[in-house]
C-alpha cells in the first residue's frame, strides 16, 4: 500500500481541501472515514491559520517588498530632487548649502537604495537621529504634499518598517518552524494511519474496492509530485574516475 512521506504543507492543504469536499462523498462512506473527518478538518484549520511563511511562503515577502518599494520611491526622490537644485546655473546660495546638507545625509549616492533590506533599516536608524537637525533645511524645499522634510520622514519610515518587518520574519524563523513541522509530521501520519484503517475495513465491509483511490487519488498525485521535485533538486552524484589501466 502507497505511504504518503514527502507531503509538505501546501500539498496537505491542497490535499485536505480537495478530499474535505470533492472527496468528502467517499471518504464518509466509510466508518472509519466518516469517524477521521473531523480529526481531518482540524488539521485543515491548523495549515489554513499559519502564517504564509510557514505554509511554504517566503516569510514575510509581500510585505518586506512593498516597504522596500515605499523606501527606495522616497529616496530616489528626494536624490533626483536635490540633484535638480544642484543643477541650477544661479542657485540662491542658502537654498544650496541646504540641498547639500541634505543629500550628504540622506542620499548621498543613487547605488545606495540597491542596498540590502538589513543595511537600509540600519540607514534608516542613522539618518532618524539626524533629521532634528535637517528639519529647518528640509522645510526650505517645497514639494507636493509640503515640504522635502515630509519625504524625509517617509523615507525614514520605510526604513524603520523593514526593520520591524525583519525583526518578525526572525522571530517566525526561529519560534514558528517547529510547530509547523510537528503539524506537517502529525498530518502525514494521520493520513496513513486513516488508509490503513480503512484498507481493514474494505475487507470485512462492502464498500466499493476503488475506495482507497477514490479518495486519495489526489493526495497520491500530489506526493509523487513532491517526490519527482525533490529528487529533481538534488545534485547528480559525480561518475567515479575510470581506473588508469581501463581507459
Do not use: C
Not at 130 to 158: H, M, N, R, T
Not at 197 to 205: N, P, R, T
Amino acid at each position: 500500500m502507497r505511504r504518503f512521506r514527502v507531503l509538505n504543507l501546501p500539498d496537505l492543504k491542497l490535499g485536505l481541501d480537495d478530499l474535505l469536499s470533492k472527496r468528502r462523498g467517499a471518504l464518509v462512506q466509510s466508518n472509519v472515514g466518516n469517524s477521521y473527518e473531523a480529526m481531518l478538518a482540524h488539521k485543515r484549520d491548523a495549515i489554513d491559520a499559519l502564517p504564509a511563511a510557514l505554509s511554504g511562503g517566503k516569510p514575510l515577502a509581500d510585505a518586506l517588498f512593498a516597504a522596500d518599494t515605499d523606501h527606495d520611491s522616497y529616496g530616489g526622490a528626494i536624490y533626483f530632487i536635490t540633484e535638480a537644485y544642484l543643477r541650477l546655473p544661479a542657485p540662491h546660495p542658502d537654498i544650496i548649502d541646504a540641498i547639500r546638507r541634505v543629500r550628504a545625509a540622506l542620499i548621498p549616492e543613487l547605488e545606495q537604495l540597491r542596498d540590502s533590506y538589513a543595511d537600509e533599516a540600519e540607514a534608516a536608524i542613522r539618518r532618524k537621529a539626524e533629521l532634528p537637525q535637517l528639519e529647518a533645511d528640509l522645510k526650505l524645499i517645497p514639494v507636493a504634499g509640503g515640504s522635502l522634510y515630509d519625504w524625509a520622514v517617509a523615507f525614514i519610515g520605510a526604513g524603520e518598517k523593514l526593520a520591524a518587518l525583519l525583526s518578525q520574519r526572525a522571530d517566525i524563523d526561529t519560534n514558528g518552524r517547529k510547530g509547523a513541522q510537528l503539524l506537517r509530521s502529525e498530518t502525514v501520519g494521520m493520513l496513513n494511519r486513516l488508509r490503513d484503517a480503512i484498507a481493514d475495513e474494505l475487507g470485512v465491509a462492502k464498500l466499493p474496492k476503488d475506495l482507497d483511490a477514490q479518495i486519495f487519488g489526489y493526495l497520491d498525485d500530489l506526493e509523487t509530485q513532491r517526490a519527482a521535485a525533490l529528487r529533481a533538486s538534488k545534485p547528480a552524484k559525480p561518475e567515479a574516475p575510470i581506473p588508469a589501466n581501463e581507459a
